[in-house]
């Protein structure tokens, strides 16, 4: 039989893994989402989200735009959000 703390250690070395890799997929901090119609129009709403919502506010602008070009800026550096933006309606 194992080991009290040798079990222990397995479950928190599990639980810390699951943890830091679900981390990586979440985000966090606020956020400014904007958009442009299939010809380059720019639209007049801009949306202000904190986040996970990035992505409420890019499937609404798709769904009710297809072919819109949705722009996600970090809020407090202006920077585009790597790997989401820009995005491509379908």
Request: aromatic fraction near 10%; hydrophobic fraction near 40%.
């Given at each position: ?63 009710a735009h297809p072919g819109a ?22």
């Open positions: 039989m194992s080991h009290p703390f040798l079990i222990w250690h397995r479950l928190f070395s599990a639980a810390l893994g699951i943890a830091l890799v679900s981390g990586c997929a979440t985000t966090s901090g606020n956020y400014i989402v904007t958009a442009t119609d299939a010809q380059g129009t720019p639209f007049k709403a801009t949306f202000l989200v904190q986040g996970r919502h990035i992505y409420s506010a890019r499937n609404g602008i798709c769904a070009v949705v722009t996600i800026r970090v809020r407090e550096t202006g920077q585009e959000l790597d790997g989401e933006s820009p995005y491509r309606c379908k």
